[in-house]
């Protein structure tokens, strides 16, 4: 299942890493990747491919909003198409 995984905050090192790494860590796929600094704020969105995860997707999503507290950001995980319909209103 597609999902995408939108990060946000202020910029330190290690973002990329520490998200990459819990995906990895759950056979989540990355498929597609954009991120941005804009002054000291960090941005990414990933498209990724849940399928392969033994986790449900709340138990994804969950994870991502802990790991997201412990580094300081916001991390979500939406299906892609809520992610697509909340942007196209």
């Known amino acids: 299942m597609r ?3 939108t990060v946000s905050g202020s910029d330190r090192r290690g973002i990329i890493a520490k998200v990459s790494g ?3 860590a759950h056979d989540v796929n990355i ?3 954009s991120q941005t600094i804009l002054g000291d ?3 990414m969105i990933m498209m990724v491919d849940t399928s392969e995860s033994k986790e449900d997707f ?5 994870g ?3 790991l997201g ?4 950001m916001s991390v979500r995980l939406q299906h ?3 992610f697509d319909a909340m942007h196209n209103i």
Request: charged share 20%.
């Open 31 to 33: 498929e597609d990747i």
């Open 69 to 72: 507290k412990e580094i300081g």
């Open 80 to 82: 892609a198409d809520i």
């Open 41 to 43: 704020q960090f941005a």
């Open 22 to 24: 819990f995906l990895y």
């Open 58 to 62: 709340s138990a994804l999503a969950s």
């Open 3 to 5: 999902a995408v995984v």
């Open 64 to 66: 991502l909003e802990t």
